[in-house]
């Protein structure tokens, strides 16, 4: 097997966004951070308006990896074995054989997560937590690398299941697409005046490739002082006063993480501050449950995120 090094890393970073660049226009900001969740072998839920491009964003990154991919468009009537799968009857055996489900794939898009029941989205957790299912007492195994794209539509709440907290805080990011600006939107049209652009998209890496950089990613360097910058920002949001619950130390451990993978993609095998506030509020703003008062004066966790960048110092350790 070959050793790859921080600077593989940082080209397949440039060969990904460059491929899905020819689908997704304007988007470079957002791509890179969902490869950042990807080489952390964490999960993304993309949170926006309709028709921004959430779902054609977690297609191009299944075609540019080369990997299975599934759809699961969930409904409220969506149930829990038709996302892990079921044992079925075979007369021919005389024996129960298990039907794998959508969740068996490589990249699975979970369209819509919040329109399925709380026990149909509770069949995630395993699969997002664990990287296995357990159906009928037996366990399946998931292959690597293994990754949940959900989206949902944060302003429509008619027929909708708020997430639960712990379901959130399995999501490694949550990240927001945004409007085009003007000559975005304009070449958004004419990319699809003939046809879709993802038809053509064609893999530029393997999954056992991706798997083996998730590897280097985890042994970039990351020096002390940066550690305790971080555990200094997630406890400052467990004391700030709009905040009911702050992050968790899973939040500090997906920072490190992502810290460690934007890094990577730069090509540098050290982690510093500016990577840990890059990806500060996708990784950290979902965990934090505000105050209701707070919420009623339009506070935002994004926003108590930004305030906290700007007040914890870098290689000040603070009260830890």
């Not at 890179?32 to 993304?44: E, F, Q, T």
């Not at 357990?134 to 195994?141: E, I, R």
């Not at 990577?275 to 449950?289: G, N, Q, Y």
């Amino acid at each position: 097997m070959p050793q790859f090094s921080v600077s593989d890393v940082a080209l397949f970073g440039e060969q990904m966004i460059r491929n899905i660049s020819k689908v997704m226009v304007g988007k470079e900001t957002v791509t890179k951070r969902l490869l950042i969740a990807l080489l952390s072998d964490g999960h993304v839920l993309l949170e926006d308006v309709p028709g921004v491009g959430k779902t054609m964003l977690a297609r191009s990154l299944a075609a540019s990896c080369g990997g299975s991919f599934c759809r699961i468009q969930c409904t409220p009537d969506l149930l829990p074995s038709d996302v892990t799968g079921l044992s079925i009857y075979n007369q021919k055996q005389e024996d129960f054989v298990f039907r794998p489900g959508p969740i068996m794939a490589q990249i699975v898009l979970v369209d819509e997560i919040n329109r399925a029941t709380p026990r149909t989205q509770s069949s995630l957790l395993e699969a997002m937590g664990e990287g296995q299912v357990t159906v009928d007492g037996a366990t399946y195994d998931l292959r690597k690398p293994f990754m949940v794209v959900a989206t949902q539509n944060p302003v429509e709440f008619e027929g909708t299941f708020p997430l639960p907290e712990a379901q959130l805080d399995r999501f490694f990011l949550v990240l927001q697409l945004g409007y085009p600006t003007a000559e975005e939107e304009k070449e958004v049209l004419h990319r699809l005046q003939e046809e879709h652009p993802i038809s053509a998209l064609a893999p530029v890496t393997e999954p056992n490739h991706v798997a083996q950089l998730q590897e280097v990613v985890a042994r970039v360097h990351v020096e002390e002082s940066v550690r305790d910058y971080v555990v200094h920002l997630v406890r400052s949001t467990r004391q700030h006063p709009q905040v009911q619950l702050g992050a968790s130390p899973r939040g500090s451990l997906a920072l490190i993480r992502a810290a460690q993978a934007a890094a990577a993609l730069d090509s540098r095998d050290y982690v510093v501050p500016d990577d840990v506030k890059f990806m500060a509020t996708s990784v950290l703003a979902h965990r934090l449950i505000l105050k209701a008062e707070s919420i009623l004066r339009g506070t935002t966790a994004s926003s108590i995120i930004g305030e906290l960048l700007h007040q914890v110092d870098v290689g000040v350790e603070g009260d830890l």
